[in-house]
């Protein structure tokens, strides 16, 4: 257990933020899903306006820190591969 004042405050901001990043990483996992459906059903146009959506949500999150920024951008492309492929 924590000693220190500043400790204490440490765990309790640690576990907020934990909760956040959370909540962004299912937001974007969500996204993502979306579009993979929507490529499985063979529906171009909806599958395009969905990645729009999925690659902002995407993006915020690797800016904000929840994915490295690799990891966004490869996700986006392997995304972006799938569409053009349809």
Known sequence: MANHKSAKTRIVRNNKRSLINAMRKSRVRTFVKKVDALIAEGNKDAASAAFK????EMMRAAQKGVFH??????????????IKAL
């Open 53 to 56: 959506v999925a690659e902002c």
């Open 69 to 82: 920024k690799n990891t966004a951008s490869r996700t986006i492309s392997r995304l972006a591969q799938k």
